[in-house]
């Protein structure tokens, strides 16, 4: 029995994974265009709402 529960702790154990996450990655790659978007949108509501 004590071989059957350490076969299943490889696949999807306890253990935390290291270094970032998957969402993590996801949230750095998409984090900087967001950014970039959001800057170019108030520049241009500046743009347009100052005289």
Do not use: E
């Amino acid at each position: 029995m004590g071989a059957a529960q350490d076969g299943m702790t490889g696949a999807g154990g306890a253990q935390a994974p290291r270094g970032r996450t998957r969402w993590g990655v996801v949230t750095a790659i998409l984090g900087l265009p967001a950014s970039a978007l959001g800057v170019l949108l108030l520049m241009t509501a500046v743009r347009v709402l100052v005289p």
